[in-house]
């Protein structure tokens, strides 16, 4: 039997901003894959942890009150969204537990 892997919901701020379909729970991949390339990049413009934590937080409470709103939000900006959180959370200004891991049946 093929394994279905995981689903990964995010909440910000007590909102369920998105869930994305991942093949394992291991955050560190999910980091690896997702948030150490936008912090590069920041880094390579010359961007502090300071100033790329402003960005996230920024564009994180764009989503968030497009989420609220009920408005439309591009597939490409949940991924930004994901890419940022990451990074929020890896910086310890997001709770490790304001997002799960579910394994699919």
């Known amino acids: 039997m093929k ?3 995981y689903t990964l919901y995010l909440f910000y701020k007590d ?5 994305y379909k991942m093949i394992g729970d291991d955050f560190n ?9 936008i912090l590069r990049e920041g880094f ?9 934590s402003k960005t ?3 564009l994180c409470n764009t989503i ?6 009920s408005e439309k939000i591009k597939a490409s900006d949940y991924l930004l969204f994901l890419s940022c959180y990451i990074n929020l959370v890896k ?9 799960i891991f579910l394994k699919n049946k």
């Open 64 to 69: 968030y009150k497009q989420k609220i709103n």
């Open 29 to 37: 991949k999910l980091y690896k894959s997702f948030g150490e390339r």
């Open 91 to 99: 910086f310890n200004l997001i709770d490790y537990n304001d997002f």
């Open 15 to 19: 909102i369920q901003i998105g869930k």
């Open 56 to 58: 996230y937080t920024l």
């Open 3 to 5: 394994n279905k892997g």
């Open 44 to 52: 390579m413009h010359g961007k502090s942890i300071k100033d790329q």
